[in-house]
């Protein structure tokens, strides 16, 4: 039903860019907050940064202010995470999530690496 498929990782060079994309299907996201969270080897899923579908309201986690833009089209149902200026601390597996009051639908994630 609920599905969230992410796509656009890759290998990159240090001060390079990528363009994310999650596809969003199964529901009405109307009301929710979308999210990119990121997972390192053997560490915890971080958040990154997320917005608001209605309003368009976003927020980021400090590491990336700046160098990271989450956007949203409406009437594709699609998620965007535009990450500029990479650094090699931003590898990680990469995942679109939703959330109404938490985040219960998450994406299988897709694979960043930036190299130094």
């Known amino acids: 039903q609920v599905q969230l498929v992410e796509s656009g990782g890759g290998l990159v060079q240090a001060g390079g860019s990528l363009r994310l994309s999650c596809a969003a299907s199964g529901r009405t996201f109307s009301t929710y907050n979308m999210g990119w969270w990121r997972q390192a080897p053997g560490k915890g899923r971080e958040f990154v940064a997320q917005?608001?579908?209605?309003?368009?309201?976003?927020s980021y986690a400090d590491s990336v202010k700046g160098r990271f833009t989450i956007s949203r089209d409406n009437a594709k149902n699609m998620v965007y995470l535009q990450m500029n200026s990479l650094k090699p601390e931003d590898t990680a597996v990469y995942f679109c999530?939703?959330?109404?009051?938490?985040?219960?639908?998450w994406g299988q994630g897709t694979r960043v690496t930036v190299a130094s």
């Open positions: 999530a939703a959330a109404n009051s938490n985040y219960n639908y």
């Open positions: 917005i608001s579908w209605s309003s368009g309201t976003t």
